[in-house]
Nanobody, 126 residues
Framework: QVQLVESGGGLVQAGGSLRLSCVASERTFSRYNTGWFRQAPGKEREFVAGITWNDGSTHYADSVKGRFTISRDNAKNTVYLQMNSLKPEDTALYYC???????????????????WGQGTHVTVSS
C-alpha cells in the first residue's frame, strides 16, 4: 500500500507562485504514472496535470497549461507541481494520485488512480 503525502500549499496573492510536493512511502511509486487533481468548494474533483513514470511525458488541463509544471524525482519518490501566475480560480484542495496500472498510458480520469494523498490547500487571494 503506497501512502502519499502532499505539502507546499498555502495562501498566496494572485500572480504569485507555489510549489507542491508529493512524497510516496514506497519505491514502487517510481513505476506509477502520477497526477495532480484539485477540488474547489462545491465543485467536482478535476484533473490538473499528470506525468508518466518512464519517460516523464506530461499532460495538463487547459486551464493551467503554460502556468503549471509537473515534474518528478524518482530517486526521492517525489512528484512536484510548480504553480506560477496563480489566479483566484486556482483556489482548491490539491491532491496527488498514483496509477499502478502499467498497461495503460497517462489518464485524466480520477477513478483510474489507485492511491491518493490527503490533499493540501491552496488559496489565491485577488
Amino acid at each position: 500500500q503506497v501512502q502519499l503525502v502532499e505539502s507546499g500549499g498555502g495562501l498566496v496573492q494572485a500572480g504569485g507562485s507555489l510549489r507542491l510536493s508529493c512524497v510516496a512511502s514506497e519505491r514502487t511509486f517510481s513505476r506509477y504514472n502520477t497526477g495532480w487533481f484539485r477540488q474547489a468548494p462545491g465543485k467536482e474533483r478535476e484533473f490538473v496535470a499528470g506525468i508518466t513514470w518512464n519517460d516523464g511525458s506530461t499532460h495538463y488541463a487547459d486551464s493551467v497549461k503554460g502556468r503549471f509544471t509537473i515534474s518528478r524525482d524518482n530517486a526521492k519518490n517525489t512528484v512536484y507541481l510548480q504553480m506560477n501566475s496563480l489566479k483566484p480560480e486556482d483556489t482548491a484542495l490539491y491532491y496527488c494520485a498514483a496509477d499502478r496500472n502499467l498497461m495503460v498510458g497517462l489518464t485524466t480520469a480520477s477513478h483510474e488512480y489507485d492511491y491518493w494523498g490527503q490533499g493540501t490547500h491552496v488559496t489565491v487571494s485577488s
